[in-house]
């Protein structure tokens, strides 16, 4: 996973040297998501959420990405995480 995370890191964001922008990954993951490449969403999502582990909306993703993976507890977990970070967080379709 680390690989993969490194390689889309530099595809992305190959002219930045800081830190990437949360937000910009989950754009980027978002688009990946709807290329149906679930597993490079993935990747976006979790170093969104490692970067800012308190955004409801990254989990909310990263739990839809798990889904299309048939990685159901993973998905209950971070339907879990979102709902815990932000009661009122609902997501939909």
């Not at 679930?38 to 955004?55: F, T």
């Not at 739990?63 to 990685?71: I, Q, R």
């Amino acid at each position: 996973m680390v690989s993969l995370v490194t390689q889309l890191f530099s595809i992305c964001y190959s002219d930045v040297v800081a830190e990437p922008n949360p937000e910009n990954l989950k754009q980027n993951g978002n688009e990946l998501y709807k290329q149906k490449k679930y597993r490079e969403a993935l990747a976006m999502y979790s170093e969104a959420i490692r970067l800012v582990p308190s955004c409801a909306a990254y989990y909310g993703n990263r739990s839809a990405t798990y889904m299309m993976l048939n990685k159901y507890k993973d998905a209950l977990d971070d339907a879990q995480q979102a709902t815990s970070i932000d009661k009122e967080f609902t997501k939909v379709s």
